[in-house]
């Protein structure tokens, strides 16, 4: 009996597999490697992000990073909820654009407290007026300075801020196939809790990252003059970015006086031993005392 005859018979013929084609130069899935180079890279950037929200809201907020995957563009466009933030970022030398997402409600909600008020949440049925587009504006330019900042030289493109969307069907930031980078984070201000994303096109990010296969070598020897250094004690200091002024202006001084510091509200502070600067950090407590969380470390020159 033929194939023909036996479907004809109702037998079912064989369904022939589906093959889908593999590109190695673009994968689908991150490396152990790179997923931790990304992790690291992120929660820095959440801590500089609760930091900064703190000091533009005036009230206690942190970000928390909760996964980082590689998505298509489509996949993660349909996850997102119907009615969302979605601040589109220009990326240098890529047609994709990056993503910068949070709830509407969210976003209201920093703006108000932003202004003075208590930043209630609500769920808002419109967009953002043109002050608040241009309040939330200048929050995401501080968001990627802190982007920037903390991914370093994983992404050398500059980003730049260029238009709001409110559903995710309509900002068509990628191709529907393209890969991008997908960070997702828990954003907590005050008792408000929310989910946010940001989506960076992979292309941007994948070739600065640490080389697949490259091995420290085992077994090198080590350098007894490091072994001794690491034993002497140095002394560490938490400091504000130093202001310049006159003798003039020392000696001028009175009760009540304000020096104006050119440390921005939303930076950290800088961790210094014998005065040169080694790392940022965020002000923090260890029970009782004091401390500072290392957010990044300074790159030597």
Same mark, same amino acid.
């Given at each position: 009996?033929?194939?023909?005859?036996?479907?004809?018979?109702?037998?079912?013929?064989?369904?022939?597999?589906?093959?889908?084609?593999?590109?190695?130069?673009?994968?689908?899935?991150?490396?152990?490697?790179?997923?931790?180079?990304?992790?690291?890279?992120?929660?820095?950037?959440?801590?500089?992000?609760?930091?900064?929200?703190?000091?533009?809201?005036?009230?206690?907020?942190?970000?928390?990073?909760?996964?980082?995957?590689?998505?298509?563009?489509?996949?993660?466009?349909?996850?997102?909820?119907?009615?969302?933030?979605?601040?589109?970022?220009?990326?240098?030398?890529?047609?994709?654009?990056?993503?910068?997402?949070?709830?509407?409600?969210?976003?209201?909600?920093?703006?108000?407290?932003?202004?003075?008020?208590?930043?209630?949440?609500?769920?808002?049925?419109?967009?953002?007026?043109?002050?608040?587009?241009?309040?939330?504006?200048?929050?995401?330019?501080?968001?990627?300075?802190?982007?920037?900042?903390?991914?370093?030289?994983?992404?050398?493109?500059?980003?730049?801020?260029?238009?709001? /969307?409110?559903?995710?069907?309509?900002?068509?930031?990628?191709?529907?196939?393209?890969?991008?980078?997908?960070?997702?984070?828990?954003?907590?201000?005050?008792?408000?809790?929310?989910?946010?994303?940001?989506?960076?096109?992979?292309?941007?990010?994948?070739?600065?990252?640490?080389?697949?296969?490259?091995?420290?070598?085992?077994?090198?020897?080590?350098?007894?003059?490091?072994?001794?250094?690491?034993?002497?004690?140095?002394?560490?200091?938490?400091?504000?970015?130093?202001?310049?002024?006159?003798?003039?202006?020392?000696?001028?001084?009175?009760?009540?006086?304000?020096?104006?510091?050119? /440390?921005?509200?939303?930076?950290?502070?800088?961790?210094?031993?014998?005065?040169?600067?080694?790392?940022?950090?965020?002000?923090?407590?260890?029970?009782?005392?004091?401390?500072?969380?290392?957010?990044?470390?300074?790159?030597?020159?």
């Amino acid at each position: 009996m033929t194939v023909q005859e036996s479907v004809g018979a109702g037998v079912l013929a064989p369904a022939r597999p589906e093959v889908e084609v593999y590109d190695f130069q673009r994968p689908t899935t991150l490396a152990r490697e790179q997923s931790r180079a990304l992790s690291v890279a992120f929660e820095t950037f959440a801590r500089q992000w609760g930091t900064q929200l703190t000091a533009m809201t005036r009230t206690l907020s942190s970000a928390v990073l909760d996964t980082v995957t590689m998505q298509r563009y489509d996949d993660y466009a349909a996850a997102l909820p119907d009615t969302t933030a979605m601040v589109l970022c220009d990326v240098e030398d890529h047609l994709a654009r990056a993503v910068i997402e949070f709830p509407t409600a969210t976003g209201l909600s920093w703006v108000g407290r932003m202004l003075g008020g208590t930043g209630a949440l609500e769920a808002p049925t419109r967009g953002f007026t043109a002050i608040e587009q241009t309040i939330i504006r200048r929050l995401v330019d501080y968001v990627i300075e802190d982007l920037k900042y903390s991914l370093g030289s994983l992404l050398p493109a500059e980003l730049s801020v260029d238009t709001i /969307h409110y559903n995710a069907q309509v900002a068509q930031a990628a191709a529907t196939a393209d890969f991008m980078l997908v960070a997702q984070f828990t954003v907590i201000v005050a008792e408000d809790r929310s989910t946010a994303s940001i989506a960076i096109p992979a292309d941007a990010m994948l070739p600065h990252l640490t080389p697949l296969g490259a091995i420290r070598p085992q077994g090198a020897r080590p350098d007894p003059t490091r072994v001794q250094l690491d034993t002497v004690p140095v002394a560490v200091s938490l400091q504000l970015q130093p202001a310049i002024v006159g003798p003039a202006d020392i000696l001028g001084l009175v009760e009540g006086d304000l020096i104006a510091l050119p /440390h921005p509200q939303h930076r950290p502070l800088n961790v210094a031993v014998d005065g040169h600067v080694v790392a940022r950090a965020a002000v923090g407590a260890n029970g009782s005392r004091l401390a500072c969380v290392v957010v990044d470390l300074e790159e030597s020159k």
